[in-house]
């Protein structure tokens, strides 16, 4: 789930492990990588609730009796999701899974459907993130680690645990304001 | 007694900024005991003293035209320092109305307000405007509604939705900011944005206030204290610019102390916003310097132990960790307990 | 506390047997404004003791000069209902509490299903002014008894036409909230306003389809009702208070000059929440989960069971 409850404390968001087992019209998963094992053992599990499922993957294909369409690009996949949910009944609930960057830019497309935040459940796959430079603005992925130099202001930076659902990215902030780009202290 | 404004004076490169004695004795100083751990200290904001921060809604003083002057600066570095996400749009002409109507009640000979039905007619003598245009019409305003009164208000305002049982920072003009960043902070919930202070998580500070100001009615407002130090007199300490100010805080030394380190404090004031059910967060930010600070000993006494015995994380989370103890050692001789040890 | 405001009656106007509506207008200065779906609390004096009774503002937000507020006839009164039709005359005075808000309409959604049993429609009337200033999207669905429980049906059909959807419980017209619900498209947030057995049909219905909690929204109309007489014992003097059996909790502690914050007065904002350390306590309230009933009582409904004596955290 995504959504805060009472013990979360933190901007961090917590992802999925199962799609949970509640009563809805219809489900609709998105895939980065639809031949992911992750992604067959969620569909196994919709499938076991005898809900409709739709299946909208990047990459890839499921081994399963699952409808399914592959997409070329992720704007085709937005322009597709946008039409899925478009005149799609209130019950409905989305799942997405691939890496942490892919994950956010689907939750802010389904956002803007009207998908409450409750609706939407997110699988994370591998280590890529988003890093956002507080300095410039510029987005940039990195895997786990803690720093990181801005590729575009080239500001080293420290990689905070705050993270921004609206830019799928955790803040990045100058690691040394005393020597900001690791040119030596003045 | 109407205040008096003084001319424009610099938070940034040459630091001009100073305080009149008047300045200094309206000083809201934040201590009300010898330490200091977080705390949901948010009261009602009833009407204080005249003459004190407290005494208006909104608080001018003779720093006005610089704080103005600082905030067009800004801006015009990082127009995105002022947000309104969509569904704002209301809650922005809430804060238009509320502000002008304050300022024109409090401040009369400042500022002037006409009201015929839509039509209104604002004037701001201290900054020479004079704006005529049709209240909920965005067209008839040279930019957004919020970002038109709060270029001519002093503090940061933002602006929170109230919905889902939490509020979500949703809207802002926030270009004096203690160290973070409304272009990061935009669009999170109340307990989204404060996870990076430390403790108060666990002390539910958190949880107590949000449920505190999601039930705050209209025109009854309420209102807190926040400070961290600030080396210089900058305004701008926002996590955008930290890697131009950051360094400063090398640059603290036993000599330079007493000029350099402010206090800076928050008068922190929330408002419903009438029409629109959102809240207004103003954070009207106040800069005095050590050495300003100790022409009342009393205060220079109390700082000196609250410095003294502040818990390392928070000291940490405040940034004042490299020059904690210069400041501390500065403030001793103000202190006659610690004096006599 | 907060302050109160000083207003006048200036018109009364009964619009069905049960039902009447008050026009209030400030003694000095001016209204604060109020956004569609807030609540004042009036304070009635009435039988020797002050109540505070919830009443939606009815009017339309962008109208400053005066407030207005239904009040229906309730049957098992305490005295307030009772007070409101029979006593209050034009050109009496009143005490409100500033408006609050525990209703608002929901900034992000596409569509609004409004659904109204009898005066449950009042928060509704201020939200129809302002979402057709607004040019938003929405529906009524208003469940009534024609002649008794209908107040405004006649200018709602002629202001919403077709987005009014009435149910007249005397023809046997039912609403079928299942099917309400489930044929709602993404973005859809419903509001319910009416009477526990309205609000549970809806709230049962929408989880067997699964909708999204935040989604829907409710109002309880829910005055506390009496009971039977019980005492309390304040922790912090020792002191006793006797409840009377028509009195709520909050109410005699406010009597005693103990002030609690709290804005619906119905068991629902959760402003008024109490520690308790003993005695038996009958839950009334919405808000608080059941782990939480082991240790804080919600005053303004709850009270300690028949003779029990409780020990608050006060």
Redesign the interface.
Same mark, same amino acid.
Do not use: C, I, L, Y
């Given at each position: 789930m995504t959504s805060d409850t009472a013990s979360h404390k933190h901007s961090t968001p917590v992802y999925a492990e199962a799609p949970s087992p509640v009563p809805c019209q219809q489900r609709i998963m998105l895939a980065q990588d639809a031949s992911h094992a992750e992604v067959a053992r969620f569909v196994e599990a919709m499938q076991a609730l005898q809900q409709p499922v739709t299946l909208v993957g990047l990459t890839g294909r499921a081994p399963h009796a699952v409808q399914q369409e592959i997409v070329s690009d992720r704007a085709s996949l937005g322009q597709r999701l946008t039409v899925l949910l478009d005149d799609a009944p209130l019950c409905t609930r989305l799942h997405v899974s691939g890496d942490e960057a892919f994950l956010w830019h689907c939750h802010a497309l389904a956002q803007a459907a009207g998908l409450a935040d409750e609706q939407i459940e997110l699988i994370r796959l591998g280590q890529r993130r988003h890093l956002y430079c507080v300095h410039c603005s510029c987005l940039q992925e990195i895997a786990e680690e803690g720093e990181a130099t801005c590729q575009d202001c080239g500001v080293r930076l420290l990689v905070r645990e705050h993270f921004s659902r609206r830019l799928g990215a955790y803040m990045g902030v100058c690691l040394d304001a005393c020597d900001p780009r690791g040119e030596g202290r003045p | 007694m109407p205040v008096t404004l003084k001319p424009v004076e610099t938070y940034r490169d040459d630091f001009t900024f100073r305080n009149s004695a008047e300045a200094i004795a309206r000083f809201p100083f934040p201590f009300p005991e010898d330490s200091y751990m977080y705390s949901v200290n948010i009261e009602?904001a009833t009407a204080g003293a005249p003459g004190s921060v407290f005494e208006h809604w909104f608080d001018i003083d003779e720093h006005y035209r610089s704080e103005m002057a600082e905030r067009a600066r800004v801006l015009e570095r990082d127009p995105?320092r002022c947000l309104v996400m969509p569904?704002?749009q209301q809650a922005g002409w809430d804060a238009v109305e509320m502000l002008m109507t304050h300022l024109a009640t409090d401040y009369p000979e400042w500022f002037e307000l006409e009201r015929d039905g839509e039509r209104w007619l604002w004037r701001n003598h201290a900054l020479d405007l004079c704006q005529r245009f049709t209240f909920g019409d965005p067209a008839s305003l040279p930019c957004e509604p919020l970002e038109y009164i709060t270029r001519q208000v002093q503090g940061d305002f933002a602006m929170l939705?109230? *919905?889902?049982g939490?509020l979500w920072m949703d809207a802002g003009m926030i270009t004096c900011p203690a160290d973070w960043?409304i +272009?990061?902070?935009?669009?999170?919930?109340f307990?989204?944005?404060h996870?990076?202070v430390p403790m108060a998580?666990q002390l539910g500070v958190?949880?107590r206030a949000l +449920?505190y100001l999601m039930?705050i009615?209209?025109?009854?407002p309420v209102r807190r204290l926040n400070w961290t130090l600030t080396v210089n007199p900058r305004l701008d300490t926002s996590?955008?610019?930290?890697?131009?100010?950051?360094?400063e *805080?090398?640059q603290v030394s036993a000599e330079n102390v007493a000029q350099r380190v402010h206090l800076r404090v928050e008068l922190q004031f929330m408002p419903r916003l009438? *029409?629109?059910?959102a809240l207004l967060f103003g954070i009207r930010t106040y800069l005095i310097s050590l050495e300003e600070l100790a022409s009342n000993p009393a205060w220079a006494c109390r700082l000196h132990r609250v410095l003294r015995d502040l818990p390392e994380a928070i000291a940490d989370y405040k940034g004042m960790t490299l020059y904690r103890q210069t400041v501390v050692d500065w403030l001793r001789q103000f202190d006659p307990q610690a004096r006599a040890a | 506390m907060t302050a109160a405001l000083e207003v006048q009656v200036a018109g009364i106007c009964q619009l069905t047997p049960v039902v009447r509506e008050f026009t209030l207008v400030p003694v000095d200065g001016i209204l604060p404004s109020f956004s569609c779906g807030s609540h004042v609390q009036v304070h009635i004096e009435a039988g020797g003791r002050t109540l505070r009774n919830a009443y939606s503002l009815l009017g339309d937000p962008a109208d400053r000069d005066h407030y207005r507020i239904a009040v229906r006839l309730q049957e098992a009164s305490r005295g307030g209902s009772r007070f409101m039709h029979e006593q209050l005359s034009v050109g009496d005075r009143l005490r409100l509490s500033p408006p609050a808000n525990l209703f608002a309409p929901h900034s992000r959604a596409r569509h609004h299903v409004l659904i109204a049993g009898g005066i449950g429609i009042t928060p509704f009337l201020s939200y129809i002014a302002e979402l057709q200033a607004k040019g938003a999207s929405f529906e009524l669905h208003y469940a009534y008894r024609a002649g008794l429980t209908d107040a405004y049906l006649a200018s709602l059909r002629q202001r919403l036409g077709e987005r009014l959807h009435g149910y007249d419980s005397l023809q046997g017209q039912r609403l079928d909230m299942g099917r309400l619900l489930a044929r709602q498209k993404l973005g859809t947030h419903a509001y319910v306003c009416g009477p526990q057995s309205l609000l549970d049909c809806v709230r049962e219905q929408a989880a067997m389809l699964g909708w999204p909690q935040s989604s829907l929204h409710w109002e309880a109309f829910a005055a506390p009702e009496p009971g039977a007489a019980f005492s309390v014992t304040l922790t912090s003097n020792g002191r006793q208070i006797d409840v009377p059996a028509d009195s709520s909790l909050l109410e005699t502690l406010e009597a005693h000059d103990v002030e609690l914050p709290n804005l619906c007065r119905g068991g629902v904002c959760g402003q008024c929440a109490t520690g308790y350390s003993s005695g038996e306590v009958e839950h009334r309230d919405s808000y608080l989960a059941p782990a939480e009933r082991a240790t804080t009582l919600m005053p303004c409904v709850s009270r300690g069971r028949c003779g029990s004596a409780l020990t608050l955290n006060l």
């Open positions: - | 009602p995105d569904h704002m939705d109230q *919905r889902d939490n960043s +272009k990061f902070d935009a669009g999170m919930s307990t989204q944005w996870s990076p998580h958190f949880d +449920k039930n009615q209209v025109d009854q996590s955008e610019t930290f890697h131009e100010w950051g360094g *805080r090398a009438p *029409r629109s059910n | -």
